[in-house]
């Protein structure tokens, strides 16, 4: 059996491939190296999907954030181990996952809008560049904690529309005392500060939002799209929900800047999933000449 993963840091998308050919599929906790420790990691592992299949699985093909760095690669691979420990395991970067599941074979800059942001320039092969992932605090633009922080501090500076404002204190009842303590005390803030998004969704047509998540996307295709050579005339791939959600603001922005938008999909475990499949069959049929 094998065990395909495509992690961010709020949830992780796995898909089992049988021997039978058969696929299973569950949702389950996600994380990013960055901010959690291999025990801590370990631990989130222990999901009984999981550690029901754990003696099963021969191959596990796990792509996550926070796993472009080669030691938080050996990080994510030990806590897989101490799960699956007759596992082979390949960790790689979740931007090495979006590009095949959005670009293939084929040349192309696939870009991430989760919890998180990144992007890549891809040859339909191998990442050939990246912009460097700051994280929540110093990047991450037009992801979900890039506009989550900007929600809460709007809502503490009381800046937010009168209606939303009230409609924010009567969802959430959270008080400032109580955000800052979640920011800055808990673990995994990113987490927290992007669970803000589905409040924003639900408002998104908001002129105060909707202006607020055009701005950020375009920030994010400034930082990271119009840094490639030539991206004018590349396709250009989104996936993750936020990019689906609010495709109108993403578009507009993307047209200001010449950025020709391809597809947009929200989970890219399907595409690659796919990826994987051909690639076993390519494998099964070289072993077999």
Known sequence: MILIADSGSSKTDWRVIHKDGQISQFRGIGFNPYYLSVEEMTQQLKQEF??????EIEEIYYYGAGCAAPEKKVEVQQSLRAIFSKAKIQIDHDLLAAAKATCGHHPGIACILGTGSNSCDYDGK???SSRPA???ILGDE???SYFGKQLLSNFLYHKLPAHVEADFIATYKLDKDQIVNHVYREPNANVYIASFMPFIAKHKDEPFF?????????KFMEVHVCCYENFQNTEVHFVGSLSKIFEAELDKAARELNVTVTSIIQ???TGLVNYHLNYILNRQTVKSC
Do not use: D, R
């Open 50 to 55: 999981l550690l029901n299949i754990a003696e």
């Open 126 to 128: 191998n990442i050939i």
């Open 134 to 136: 700051a994280g929540y």
């Open 142 to 144: 037009g992801s979900g």
């Open 210 to 218: 909707s202006e607020m998540v055009y701005a950020g996307f375009k």
């Open 267 to 269: 989970k890219p475990i």
